[in-house]
């Protein structure tokens, strides 16, 4: 039977077949040029056809620090402060003298005289005072410890379990010097079996290299005389620089599905708006703060909105006078129609479920109603990480009977859990148009932090009587940042990023939702 292998296992198989003795895999992969484990996936194929195989081997690799490699240039201290002595024909000479002379560092020339004493090459004495050593041998022959030393001049690296016991003494010697490293690694050898070692390659045939196996080769069998390409799975794919939606657009799907799931239908209201639907209709007065220039944006182009029906204006009036019908007594200040008409970049999307709740008096709707909208809002603000001029709101309202501030909680709860968020908190606040008014705050993980979401309550009567809107029936309100959500979602610290698109950020991002 002709055996059939990949081209590069017969490659292998040749050097091998060259190389006659035991081989290191790692030098064969080196010399071959190509990866270690595309080696090892050759060997295995001559595993399988019984031509080769290997066996591990446990190193144990010494080699010289940097220090004992300078020592093999210019000797070992004793040998430095021996030539110094024999050089300058010095017979005897104080130690700090000597020390002076060297140039050693204290401890290496210590060591160096230790090592001269114990040659007997020099003594020591105090006799004359002062401490003094002199030389006493004439011969200074190689050390053994020299002529490992220069063992590595050769070889810079050494098999310590492969050494002679002698030698093993002295390198014991070298490292309790501190002159030695070591290392542990485990080789693999490669060996031809006796096939392996006897097989002509010109008996062996090339496998043909495909790189997709078509339904044909499975139902005839041939794909066993093919050789497939490998390929890594591990290698990243090519990076597509395709167009995709924007991560800000995706979140906002997401919380549409959210609503969407939960009942809600989604509205859209004008951007340019009344500051009667802004504010007034939210019973915020008029000499409120945030209607100042400072907070919002008035527009001269158009500079005046169209009001809604004479008798709803009326209404809204009569309850900011003396509260209407309402039961409340109202601000007590004479109302003006012009400044309700003044046109703003509307600075909350409650002006679009302001606008939502007029409809549903006008249409005489039942309820429930749900509805929610995410859109962009404006104010008159100085733009820092965590605030922006323009920034969008998600916004909704509930129209039903005997709806409490217990439905409100369960609702957001329920909102921003399916949004990943697990815990939510709220507490009091304070809305011109709801009582009672609540902020809610979420809990991320990641950071261990409570973070502001946005505000929410139960439309005050003031704002919902003038539209009918009357007990048992009430309205829950609220509306939250998204771009708050975004930050946590994506892990961006920077608001305006989601704005400014940093390229390399928006690459990173998936295809998919
Ligand atoms: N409009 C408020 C804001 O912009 C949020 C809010 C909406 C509060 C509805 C209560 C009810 O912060």
Request: aromatic share 10%.
């Amino acid at each position: 039977m002709t055996i059939k292998l990949r081209k590069q296992t017969i490659n292998v198989l040749k050097l091998l077949k060259k190389k006659q003795s035991n081989v290191i895999a790692n030098d064969i992969a080196e010399e071959m040029n190509i990866d270690y484990i595309v080696l090892m996936s050759a060997v295995n194929e001559l595993i399988e056809h019984n031509l080769g195989g290997f066996k591990e081997e446990e190193l144990h690799q010494i080699s010289l620090n940097d220090e004992g490699k300078k020592y093999v240039k210019i000797g070992l201290p004793e040998r430095q402060l021996l030539n110094i002595i024999l050089k300058e024909g010095i017979k005897e000479i104080t130690l700090d003298e000597l020390l002076k002379k060297s140039n050693l560092d204290r401890d290496i020339f210590y060591i160096g005289i230790s090592n001269l004493k114990k040659k007997r090459w020099i003594s020591q004495s105090k006799a004359t005072g002062e401490n003094k050593i002199f030389l006493i041998a004439e011969d200074f022959p190689q050390t053994d410890l020299e002529k490992v030393l220069k063992k590595f001049e050769e070889n810079n690296i050494l098999d310590y379990s492969k050494l002679p016991k002698n030698e093993i003494n002295l390198i014991d010697i070298l490292n309790k010097r501190k002159l030695i490293e070591r290392k542990r690694k485990t080789n693999r050898i490669l060996y031809l079996t006796d096939a392996g070692k006897s097989i002509a390659v010109s008996k062996i045939k090339e496998l043909t290299q495909v790189s997709k196996i078509t339904s044909e080769m499975l139902s005839s069998g041939t794909w066993k005389n093919y050789d497939l390409k490998p390929f890594d799975v591990t290698k990243p794919g090519p990076l597509l620089k395709a167009g995709k939606i924007h991560p800000l657009i995706n979140l906002i799907n997401e919380i549409r599905e959210v609503f969407l799931s939960m009942g809600f239908t989604e509205i859209r209201g004008p951007i340019i708006e009344s500051a009667f639907y802004n504010f007034d209709a939210l019973f915020q007065p008029q000499d409120h703060p945030a209607r100042e220039m400072q907070d919002t944006f008035y527009l001269n182009r158009p500079m005046e909105a169209n009001l809604p029906e004479k008798d709803r204006v009326l209404a809204v009036q009569e309850t900011h006078e003396n509260g209407g019908d309402s039961g409340s007594s109202g601000w007590g200040y004479a109302w003006d129609i012009n400044t309700a008409k003044k046109t703003v970049l509307r600075t909350h999307t409650t002006a679009t479920t302001m606008r939502r709740l007029a409809q549903f008096y006008r249409n005489n709707e039942k309820v429930p109603v749900k509805v929610f909208c995410v859109d962009r809002a404006f104010r008159n603000e100085k733009v820092d990480k965590t605030h922006l001029a323009e920034f969008t709101q998600i916004e909704g309202i509930v129209i039903d009977d005997n709806v409490t501030l217990c439905d409100l909680i369960g609702l957001l709860s329920e909102f921003y859990r399916k949004m990943g968020f697990k815990k939510i908190v709220t507490r009091p606040g304070f809305f011109p148009y709801t009582e009672p008014s609540m902020e809610v705050s979420v809990y991320y993980d990641k950071l261990d932090e409570w973070l502001e979401m946005g505000g929410s309550g139960i439309f005050r009567p003031e704002v919902t009587y003038p539209w009918g809107v009357k007990e048992p029936t009430r309205v829950l309100a609220w509306g939250q940042g998204l771009e708050r959500i975004a930050m946590l979602y994506y892990g961006r610290k920077d608001m305006r990023d989601f704005y400014i698109n940093p390229i390399d950020w928006l690459r990173q991002q998936s295809y998919l939702k």
